[in-house]
């Protein structure tokens, strides 16, 4: 058996503190509560140690009769660290700690042996790891968190991020940008992405809308915890939380008329003001209701002050609570409004950090109104700044305001786009391009700019340029046939594909896509591989292969019919020898070559082209144009 504090000892002393006279064999003193003596120097053991609260051994010394405390001797020594490293030090809070939080969930009753493991843990803590780094592992370590949960713990909340997308329409690139700013910094965190579909507008949401969001936020890589939640589907709960805040008194029945309300409005437009309800049924008795009126929430908002915003990104922001007024939070049909819907989703989620458009920044105070309202805490909230076009208008059409799946089809690769979209409002030093590790890594809320970014199509081509060009050649061609029905033109070419057209198309990668910057001009650039001869010369070709082309054609070709290997180095021996044997210049035999293979003045290198096509093919181009 081992001896602990008396429950009702405890609740007197209010010390938050342990009396340690049985855990250490010593009395305590009464000007050092927790003061630890017998022939050791006194040291005080602080009032914050995890799980050495007052309220945290209550529940333990209620389960154990009042005992004299054993021999001292009967104790397990705890074994001695050298000292270390912060990080070494932090460890050994570690250990022990992970030995106790299991013993916290084992079912009740609590044995004696459970009791004893827990105080001689507490008290391996308390004694020989209790210093400002520990302190700080403590608050800050994951080591000590692994989802382990205690009222009377001192540990950080998980991160929780939520992207909350509403289905009247595409995912947008802001919308994208906003998933995958919550995305890393959950990551950053260790913590989770939740996904909401903010589905309460019937009229509006569609379900392709819906899957159209899932599959553009799969696309670019994005994935969430769980199951994505419906909040259409928890109306009921928006109603209960509703009808409670009427029962606390922090919200009421408003059994304003539409006359009633328009009258309010045309007051306030008279009176040059905007419009605000007047509050007439705040304290108003609802036995006095007009027939025939459904009655909507009103919550009661603060009408003195100010609600503070406190934003990571634009910095505590202050609105008078006088222009929040009494605002709905539940309708006379029985649904609820956004502002509080989003506001009991997200406490039920657990959210803890919300990343969003400075769009919702108003809305962040009339939120607070309710969070506050419910004694519920309030997230941490940043709310980033919009992206504009390059001309600093807002974003539009033809700016780029469009759907992933616009993008997708336009030929740009996912995580081309991620590395574009971190740096439209964060940045990193002056990195560029960047792995989604590194972006894990380095991302913090933080850092946001409080500016408006501006979106840029060349940039935006540039980066996707340096994604491809470092691409596998397999990822890469198996990333264009997947777009091509997609993309214009691309259909031609995958009907077109059979397993010979396959493997001159995946030879074809090194060449392609160092001159492409999008799949769409990858996939342009290979269509000389399934052009029918005789070729169709665009313009610029056709001046190539005029009678001073076709004459150098004819004298090359012998040349090439003679050649012993057909790969990109023979063949690129074979013509510079001819160069030199005829006093031409390399590119007064390449240009009317590469017009006779592929039908355009620009193509890959012209030995890739001879390379890819194979010799008859190659061969049978050129005698085309020869006539």
Request: glycine share 8%; net charge neutral.
């Amino acid at each position: 058996m081992i001896w602990l504090p008396a429950t009702e000892d405890i609740d007197k002393s209010r010390s938050r503190r342990l009396n340690t006279e049985g855990l250490t064999g010593g009395k305590s003193t009464s000007n050092s509560p927790g003061g630890e003596v017998s022939g050791n120097k006194a040291r005080s053991e602080p009032s914050g140690m995890l799980l050495t609260s007052a309220r945290s051994f209550t529940s333990l010394a209620s389960l154990m009769p009042v005992m004299p405390p054993p021999d001292r001797k009967s104790w397990p020594k705890p074994p001695k660290y050298p000292e270390r490293t912060t990080a070494h030090r932090c460890e050994r809070v570690a250990k022990p700690l992970r030995t106790l939080l299991p013993m916290l969930h084992e079912p009740q009753p609590k044995s004696s042996e459970f009791v004893q493991r827990t105080a001689i843990t507490c008290r391996v803590v308390s004694r020989r790891h209790w210093n400002s780094s520990s302190r700080l592992c403590l608050r800050h370590s994951p080591l000590l968190w692994n989802g382990a949960r205690h009222s009377g713990a001192i540990m950080p909340k998980p991160v929780v991020t939520r992207f909350a997308p509403s289905p009247t329409g595409y995912l947008h690139i802001g919308g994208a940008r906003t998933a995958l700013f919550n995305w890393l910094y959950a990551k950053h965190n260790g913590g989770k992405m939740l996904l909401r579909i903010e589905d309460t507008d019937r009229e509006r949401s569609t379900d392709a809308a819906t899957a159209a969001i899932l599959d553009g936020l799969t696309w670019l890589g994005l994935d969430w915890d769980g199951e994505a939640i419906s909040q259409f589907e928890r109306a009921p709960r928006h109603r209960e939380v509703a009808e409670e805040l009427v029962a606390l008194g922090k919200a009421y029945y408003c059994y304003a008329t539409p006359e009633e309300l328009e009258e309010m409005r045309e007051k306030a437009r008279a009176e040059g003001r905007p419009p605000r309800y007047d509050g007439r049924w705040r304290d108003r008795d609802p036995s006095e209701a007009p027939a025939g009126v459904k009655p909507v929430i009103r919550i009661k908002a603060p009408q003195e002050g100010e609600t503070l915003v406190q934003d990571a990104v634009q910095g505590d922001v202050r609105f008078p609570n006088k222009d929040l007024d009494d605002f709905i939070i539940l309708r006379s049909d029985g649904t609820p409004t956004y502002m509080h819907a989003v506001v009991v989703d997200d406490h039920d989620m657990g959210v803890t950090h919300i990343i969003r458009g400075d769009d919702h920044l108003t809305n962040a105070a009339r939120q607070t109104v309710i969070y506050n309202a419910m004694s519920w805490d309030v997230p941490q909230m940043s709310h980033i700044p919009l992206i504009h076009g390059a001309d600093g208008a807002k974003l539009s059409k033809r700016h780029g305001a469009l759907g992933v799946d616009a993008y997708r089809a336009m030929g740009y690769l996912p995580a081309a786009l991620r590395n574009y979209l971190v740096r439209l409002g964060w940045s990193h030093g002056d990195d560029e391009i960047m792995s989604t590790e590194q972006m894990i890594e380095w991302f913090d809320v933080k850092d946001i700019n409080k500016g408006a970014a501006r979106f840029d199509f060349q940039k935006l081509e540039a980066i996707n340029g340096v994604y491809m060009r470092a691409s596998d050649d397999r990822a890469l061609y198996d990333a264009l046939i997947a777009v091509l029905p997609e993309i214009e033109g691309g259909k031609e070419i995958s009907d077109a594909l059979d397993d010979k057209r396959r493997a001159q198309l995946l030879a074809a990668m090194p060449g392609l896509k160092d001159r492409a910057k999008t799949l769409v001009e990858l996939a342009d650039g290979s269509k000389f591989i399934f052009a029918a001869r005789p070729l169709d010369l665009d313009e610029k070709a056709a001046s190539l292969l005029n009678e001073e082309g076709r004459a150098v054609l004819k004298s090359v070709l012998p040349d090439l019919e003679a050649a012993t290997e057909w790969t990109v180095e023979s063949l690129d021996a074979v013509v510079r020898t001819h160069a030199e044997k005829t006093g031409l210049k390399l590119g007064k035999i390449a240009q009317p070559l590469r017009a006779a293979l592929t039908g355009r003045a620009t193509s890959p290198g012209v030995f890739d082209v001879l390379s890819v096509l194979g010799r008859e093919e190659s061969l049978g181009r050129i005698r085309d144009q020869i006539g």
